[in-house]
């Protein structure tokens, strides 16, 4: 039996349908926002539904979802309308803000800097192959650094183009890793471990297994116990910032020794990354439903990680040449 629904809310939910628009938790809870779910889903998601158009049917759109999406902006527009943000202020949907999509993707800017990302580390790979020779014994953390790093922002950009509890969930195992292999590998330089001496293997093996333990249960902590946004945070928010003080001061020293100026490029990268960081503790509704401070966050590390590999070239050939001198 088709609900009788008020002919305004069923023509605007039909038109904004067939044009389309993005996403907001406390606006899931809106009674507006209810009655606009209600209403858009009986008049477009029955026998004869709506048709969506192909490229939101790849990204794997429905009916249902498409109403949300559509429900959401109007909710949002008509509270806009009605008074000032101060008065009535954007609210989130199912922890999102409502976005405007383009081509179907939910945070398009999120998935724009996702992609200038990998780029930075795709290009960044290049040099160390380029640059460093095989037969250095760090090249090959730096290469797997690289992997890492594309994986991890593939997931970023899979994640933030649609939002699924499995591409969530690799978006934060992929970020998790790339965090948690900074801390890897840092040591590994900083002390050198890399050398083929017994002692150095012996400690080698040691922090590798620490390591993959330590990934191992975040996984199986968030996988099989609690979905904990707090405590993924947190451990990401320690674990890097261990690595960035480990990174500090190893320029710091190596800047005293050499006096180059690439030297303190670590100390920049970790300034502008926390720099970037803090945009997510001052969370706020998307600039024209575009950007917001987490796409933005994104877009701050593209520059660190140019800078990055650039370090890791320059160090691992003042690393070769102190080696030579010292034969």
């Known amino acids: 039996m088709r609900l009788r629904v008020p002919s305004a809310w069923q023509s605007i939910a039909v038109l904004v349908l067939l044009s389309g628009v993005a996403q ?23 026998t004869n539904p709506t048709p969506i158009p192909l490229h939101r049917r790849l990204l794997l759109w429905t009916c249902p979802a498409e109403c949300d999406y559509t429900c959401q902006h109007i909710v949002t527009d ?59 014994p760090l090249r090959k953390y730096y290469i797997m650094f690289g992997y890492v790093g594309l994986a991890s922002w593939t ?21 998790g890793a790339n965090v948690l292999y900074g801390m890897y590998y840092a040591p590994i330089r900083v002390f050198k471990l890399a050398g083929g001496d017994a002692r150095a293997q012996s400690l080698r093996r040691a922090w590798t297994g620490l390591c993959a333990t330590l990934y191992a249960l975040h996984v199986l902590y968030l996988s099989l116990w609690s979905w904990d946004y707090t405590y993924n945070m947190a451990a990401n928010v320690v674990v890097g910032a261990l690595t960035n003080i480990l990174w500090a001061g190893f320029s710091y020293v190596q800047y005293q020794r050499i006096g180059r100026a690439w030297a303190v490029w670590p100390g920049v990268c970790v300034a502008i990354i926390i720099s970037a960081m803090s945009l997510e503790l001052m969370d706020f509704p998307p600039w024209q439903g575009a950007i917001d401070a987490h796409s933005l966050w994104h877009l701050g590390t593209v520059l660190p990680t140019v800078l990055w590999y650039n370090f890791l070239v320059r160090d691992a050939q003042e690393d070769m040449a102190g080696t030579r001198l010292k034969r």
Request: charged share 20%.
């Open 155 to 175: 997931f970023s950009m899979v994640f933030h183009a649609r939002d699924f509890g499995v591409t969530e969930k690799l978006d934060y195992f992929g970020a």
């Open 78 to 136: 008509k509270r806009l309308a009605r008074d000032p943000p101060y008065m009535h202020p954007v609210y989130q949907f199912h922890g999102k803000w409502p976005f405007y999509r383009f081509l179907g993707l939910q945070e398009p800017f999120s998935v724009i800097f996702s992609l200038l990302n990998f780029l930075a580390h795709d290009w960044g790979m290049a040099r160390v192959r380029e640059r460093i020779p095989a037969s250095y």
């Open 24 to 46: 907001a938790s406390l606006g899931d809870r809106l009674p507006d926002f209810k009655d606009c779910l209600q209403v858009c889903t009986t008049a477009n998601c029955g």
